[in-house]
C-alpha cells in the first residue's frame, strides 16, 4: 500500500513506546490488530496521540493515516488533543452516583476547575461506569510518562486521587469488598464460581492447584473435545454476557468451520452496574486461563484472545501473570500437559468504549478498527475474527465450564431452573447494606437476593430497582417477588442481562437517573447507524426538556415522540445497544409517574 | 517450449496459460414471500436485489451498486417473519421460505423516522432524493423542535483546494465517500470516519486541509455522494451565486480525450459553458470512477 503522510515526526520517547510494542507481538497475526496497543503505548508514553507518534505508527502498521486517527478519535481513553499527563476519570453512573459521586465531582472541580481543562499537568472528566460499583463512588487515573501508571481507585476520596495524580501507587482493593459472600460461612461450601475468590492467593499457580486448579483441564484432555462438548450442550449452559445464547451451540457452530479458528473471552465488562467479571479476574485469574484452554480444546481453537476493558488494571497484571505462569508450567503453549495440544492466549486492551462490549464490535476493536458493530449474518461463528470462525464467551459464561466438565452437564443442569441452569452471580451496588458480587442458584427471587446482601440501604425506603444495567429495566418495590431467571425478568418485561441489582432509595430523583441513562447512550453510541446516532440524541434532548419542566407542546406529545423514536432504536438499530437504548427509559416512564403533571 | 515453474506463492502473476474459466453454472434458485406474493429469485440475491425484481421500490441512502453495502442508514429496512429486529434489504440475502414484508406499519415508521432524524441534523437542501422519500413517507422533522432546539452538524463549509468543496453541514454520514476513496474504487485512503456518536464525521488524519492529505483529487467521492456534501468548487460557486439552474442543463456522454482507457464522461453544460462532468455507474469497466483529468481537466474550455 502506498502511504501519504503529513511531514509531522515522532519524538524519540514516542518512537520507542511504539517499537517496543511492535518487537514485543512478533507473531502470525495482521500488523495492523497491533494498533490498539500502540495508540495505547503513545497515549501513556506522551499523554496523547500525537501527529509525528501516529504517523510512525502508521508507517511500521501499514495503516492509512486517515484510518489511523479514525480509530484512535474513536476511544474515550486515547486523546487526539494534547492535553494533560495526569487524569482522573470520575464515575457519575447510575451507582456511584448514589453514593457520592455528584459531592467528588464538585471538590474536583474545586481543586482543578472545570472538567476537561489542564490545570498544571493535571485534569479530571466524568467517566460512565467503571465497574468498581461495590466501592462506589470510583476513580480511575492515569498519568502519562516514562513511568506511566494507571490504577482504579474506589472508595475514592479526592485526597487519594490528588496523590494518585502525583503518581502514587496504592495496593489493589481488597476481594473481602467485592465479593463480601465469601465470609458467610454457611455459603461456603455452596460457592462455585467464587469459591476461590478472596480464599486462594490469585498470584500463585500453586495454589491454585491445591484449590482444585486444573483437575478440569485434565479430566477434559481424557474425555476429548467431542465428549466435552457434549457435556457442555446437555449443561444448558447459556451465555452470561447478557444474551443468554446457548454456550453449547455456539461451539458446535464453530467447530463445523474450517480451522484456523479462534476463541475470544469478552471481558469489555461494561454494562453500568456490572463488575462480576472484574472480580472473578481480579481474584482467580488462573480459572479463565484454565476455563479457556478447555473451551479451546471443545471447540477448536488454537488460540485465544481476552478482551480486557482498559479500565481494569488489576485485572490485567492478575490475568497476565496468569498467562506467563501457565506457559511456564506448560499449560499454554504448544505441548500441554505433554498431549498434543496447543493453545495460546494473547490480551487485549480496550480504550474506554461501551460498544466494544458487543461482540462484534470487539471483534473490530482486536483488528486495529473503530469499535463498530458489523452486520449479522454472517455470524461469529461462521465469520468473525481476522474471517474465521470464532467463539466469543463472557468471563463468568466460560468459568461455568471447569464445573461442566467436573461434575457433569446433567448435574450442573440440576441447579437452577429448567431454564436458566446453574448458578448466577449477581452485581448488587447502589442503595444496599452490603453491596458486592453475589452467588445464587438461577430463580432467587429479587427479594431474596436483596436481603442476602443485607437488605435496602440509603434511607431504607425502596423506591425502585434498576435490573440489567443501562440497557436493562426499572423494577417497582411491588415486583420484588419476580424469580431472577432469564425467562422470569421476560415475564416481567425486563432482561436479566449481565445481572446487575441496583436498588434505589426514595431520595433519588428518577429524573436525574434517566437523563444519566439518556446521556451514557448518547455518549457511548458509535455513530454508525442512524437510528442510534440521531436517535441517543433525540432521546436525550427530550428527556432534558421534560426534566426542566419545559416541554416542546405538552408532555403528552413528547412522550408519544419519544416513544417513536424508542421504537425506531429497537426495530431498525444495527446492534444491541441501539436496540435496547430506550429500554430503562420507557420501563421507567411505564412504571412510575415520572413526568405527569409537569406541563 | 517454455517450462512452467511452481507457482511462486509470494508473487501470484499468472505465470503460465491464461486460467479457463469454468462453464456457467445455472444460479440455484429458492423462493421467497414478498408482501405475500410468491418470488422465485436466484440464491444469493439481496432482499433488495429481490423487492426490485419484483417491482417493489425500496428507498436507499447508503447503498450504492458498485460500493460494499455498508448497511447504516437503515432507510431499507424491511420485516422478516421470524425476526425480533427489522433488517437491511441492502445486505441480507434471501433464504428459501423467507416470509418478508416491505411495507409493514413498523417498516414505514423506521423509515419516516429514519428521514426525520436526519432531516432534523443534516441540511438536505440539496439532496433531492432524499427530499422525496419524504415526500413519500409524510415525514416532519420539525417534531424534533426547530433550530437551537434539535443538535444538528451544522458546520462551516471547507473550501480548502481549487476543485471541490466539502460541507459536512449536509453529511449523513453514509461511508460512501469512505469506501470510493478506498478498497472499493480508489485505494487513497485521505478520508475515514472519525469521532464517535453524534460527534463522528469524515475527516482526514487530524482534520489537515485535503491538499495535506493522501488525496489525489480523483473526485470519486463527490460522483457517490447522495446530499451534495461533497461538490464541484463550479457549482457550489455557482449555486451560491443563484446561477445554477438544472432545468437549463443538457447532459451529453462524450470519452475522456485524456489517455487510452477511454472512460465514458457525462458532460453537464448550462448555457453552453461545462458546469461539471459526471460518469455512468453502469459503465462496465469504469463504473462511475474517473481520474482527477477526466473528473476536473475541463475548466480551461470555458475559459475562450
Excluded at chain 1, 507473531?27 to 510512525?56: C, D, F, K, M, T
Excluded at chain 1, 458487543?358 to 458489523?374: D, F, K, Q, V, Y
Excluded at chain 2, 408482501?35 to 436485489?49: I, N, Q, S, Y
Excluded at chain 2, 485505494?187 to 475515514?192: E, G, M
Aim: charged share 20%; proline share 6%; with cysteine.
Amino acid at each position: 500500500m502506498d502511504l501519504h503522510f503529513t511531514n509531522a515526526a515522532a519524538t524519540p520517547e514516542e518512537k520507542a513506546a511504539i517499537d517496543a510494542v511492535v518487537e514485543r507481538n512478533g507473531g502470525e497475526a495482521p500488523r495492523r490488530s497491533l494498533l490498539l496497543a500502540v495508540l495505547h503505548a503513545i497515549q501513556n508514553r506522551a499523554g496523547w496521540i500525537s501527529p509525528g507518534a501516529l504517523n510512525y505508527a502508521c508507517g511500521l502498521l501499514g495503516v492509512p493515516p486517515a484510518e489511523g486517527f479514525g480509530v484512535a478519535d474513536f476511544y474515550a481513553l486515547f486523546s487526539t488533543r494534547e492535553q494533560a499527563p495526569a487524569v482522573a476519570h470520575i464515575c457519575d453512573d447510575v451507582a456511584c452516583r448514589a453514593r457520592g459521586a455528584e459531592k467528588l465531582c464538585v471538590e474536583m472541580e474545586k481543586e482543578h476547575g472545570p472538567a476537561g481543562t489542564n490545570c498544571d499537568g493535571k485534569m479530571w472528566r466524568r467517566s460512565p461506569c467503571l465497574g468498581m460499583c461495590e466501592r462506589a463512588p470510583a476513580a480511575f487515573v492515569t498519568v502519562a510518562g516514562p513511568q506511566a501508571t494507571e490504577q482504579a481507585l474506589g472508595a475514592a476520596h479526592a485526597a487519594d486521587i490528588e496523590a494518585a495524580l502525583q503518581g502514587k501507587r496504592f495496593p489493589a482493593g481488597g476481594a473481602g469488598a467485592s465479593a463480601p459472600q465469601w465470609g458467610q460461612k454457611a455459603e461456603q461450601g455452596r460457592l462455585k464460581l467464587l469459591r476461590r475468590v478472596g480464599q486462594t492467593n490469585p498470584d500463585s499457580i500453586e495454589a491454585f492447584r491445591d484449590a482444585g486448579g486444573f483437575a478440569a483441564l485434565e479430566r477434559a484432555l481424557a474425555l476429548g473435545p467431542a465428549a466435552v462438548l457434549a457435556e457442555v450442550i446437555e449443561s444448558k449452559l447459556a451465555g452470561r454476557g447478557g444474551a443468554a445464547f446457548p454456550t453449547g451451540l455456539k461451539w458446535k457452530s464453530a467447530r463445523e468451520g474450517a480451522a484456523p479458528r479462534y476463541l475470544v473471552c469478552n471481558a469489555d465488562e461494561s454494562e453500568p452496574g456490572t463488575f462480576k467479571d472484574r472480580v472473578l479476574m481480579e481474584g482467580d485469574p488462573f480459572a479463565l486461563v484454565e476455563a479457556m484452554i478447555i473451551a479451546g480444546f471443545a471447540a477448536g481453537c488454537e488460540r485465544g484472545y481476552i478482551y480486557l476493558r482498559g479500565e481494569y488494571p488489576e485485572a490485567r497484571r492478575q490475568l497476565e501473570r496468569a498467562i506467563r505462569e501457565c506457559s511456564k508450567h506448560g499449560f499454554l503453549g504448544g505441548n500441554i500437559l505433554g498431549k498434543s495440544l496447543r493453545f495460546e492466549i494473547e490480551v487485549c486492551i480496550g480504550a474506554g468504549a461501551y460498544i466494544c462490549g458487543e461482540e462484534t464490535a470487539l471483534l473490530n476493536s482486536i483488528e486495529g478498527r473503530r469499535g463498530e458493530p458489523r452486520n449479522k449474518p454472517p455470524f461469529p461463528t461462521q465469520a468473525g475474527l481476522f474471517g474465521r470462525p470464532t467463539v466469543i464467551n463472557n468471563v463468568e459464561t466460560l468459568l461455568n465450564i471447569p464445573h461442566i466438565v467436573l461434575e457433569g452437564g446433567k448435574a450442573f443442569a440440576g441447579t437452577g431452573t429448567e431454564r436458566s441452569t446453574g448458578t448466577k452471580l449477581f452485581c448488587l451496588s447502589g442503595h444496599v447494606a452490603r453491596p458486592g458480587v453475589y452467588e445464587a442458584p438461577f430463580g432467587i427471587t429479587l427479594r431474596e437476593l436483596l436481603e442476602m446482601a443485607g437488605g435496602i440501604g440509603g434511607t431504607g425506603k425502596l423506591q425502585a430497582v434498576l435490573v440489567g444495567g443501562a440497557a436493562g429495566a426499572f423494577l417497582a418495590p411491588g415486583e420484588l417477588d419476580t424469580p431472577l431467571t432469564f425467562e422470569g425478568l421476560r415475564g416481567a418485561g425486563a432482561a436479566l442481562g449481565s445481572a446487575v441489582v441496583i436498588p434505589l432509595d426514595d431520595s433519588v430523583d428518577l429524573r436525574d437517573v434517566l437523563l444519566g441513562i439518556g446521556g451514557f447512550f448518547r455518549d457511548e453510541s458509535c455513530g454508525q447507524c442512524v437510528p442510534c446516532r440521531v436517535g441517543t440524541v433525540r432521546q436525550e434532548e427530550i428527556l432534558r426538556r421534560l426534566a426542566a419542566g419545559k416541554p416542546m407542546g405538552s408532555v403528552a406529545s413528547e412522550l408519544a415522540v419519544l416513544k417513536e423514536v424508542g421504537q425506531v432504536m429497537r426495530d431498525a438499530s444495527i446492534c444491541g445497544l441501539g436496540q435496547t437504548a430506550s429500554s430503562a427509559v420507557e420501563s421507567a416512564l411505564s412504571k412510575f409517574a415520572i413526568f405527569k403533571g409537569r406541563t | 517450449m517454455s517450462v512452467q515453474k511452481a507457482p511462486d506463492l509470494k508473487n501470484p502473476l499468472p505465470r503460465g496459460p491464461l486460467p479457463v474459466f469454468p462453464p456457467e453454472r445455472m444460479a440455484k434458485t429458492i423462493e421467497i414471500t414478498l408482501d405475500g406474493r410468491k418470488v422465485t429469485v436466484a440464491e444469493g440475491t439481496t432482499l433488495l436485489e429481490a423487492a426490485r425484481s419484483a417491482g417493489i421500490d425500496t428507498p436507499t441512502l447508503c447503498f450504492l451498486e458498485t460500493l460494499t453495502p455498508v448497511n447504516v442508514c437503515r432507510i431499507c429496512v424491511v420485516e422478516v417473519e421470524g425476526s425480533r429486529a427489522l433488517v437491511p434489504a441492502c445486505s441480507r440475502k434471501a433464504e428459501a421460505g423467507m416470509a418478508v414484508r416491505t411495507d409493514s406499519e413498523r417498516v414505514r415508521l423506521s423509515r419516516r423516522l429514519v428521514l426525520e432524524l436526519l432531516a432534523s441534523s443534516v441540511d438536505v437542501s440539496t439532496a433531492p432524493q432524499i427530499q422525496e422519500y419524504m415526500r413519500r413517507y409524510g415525514a416532519k422533522p420539525e417534531r424534533f423542535g426547530a433550530a437551537g432546539h434539535a443538535e444538528t452538524v451544522a458546520q462551516p463549509v471547507k473550501i480548502d483546494n481549487e476543485l471541490y468543496v466539502r460541507d459536512y453541514a449536509k453529511c449523513i454520514l453514509c461511508y460512501k465517500c469512505v469506501e470510493a476513496c478506498g478498497v472499493d474504487a480508489q485505494n487513497t485512503f485521505a478520508i475515514a470516519v472519525a469521532g464517535r456518536g453524534f460527534g463522528a464525521r469524515i475527516s482526514t488524519e487530524y482534520n489537515v486541509p485535503l491538499p495535506d492529505s493522501a488525496c489525489v483529487y480523483c473526485g470519486n467521492c463527490i460522483g457517490v455522494c447522495p446530499t451534495g456534501a461533497l461538490m464541484f468548487r463550479s457549482e457550489h460557486g455557482m449555486r451560491k451565486a443563484g446561477d445554477w439552474d438544472e432545468t437549463r442543463q443538457t447532459r451529453t456522454d462524450t470519452i475522456c480525450p485524456y489517455c487510452g482507457v477511454g472512460c465514458t464522461l457525462t458532460v453537464h453544460t448550462q448555457d453552453e459553458k461545462i458546469v461539471k462532468v459526471t460518469s455512468p455507474l453502469e459503465q462496465p469497466i469504469t463504473r462511475g470512477n474517473l481520474c482527477i483529468k477526466g473528473r476536473f481537466g475541463w475548466e480551461w474550455i470555458n475559459q475562450k
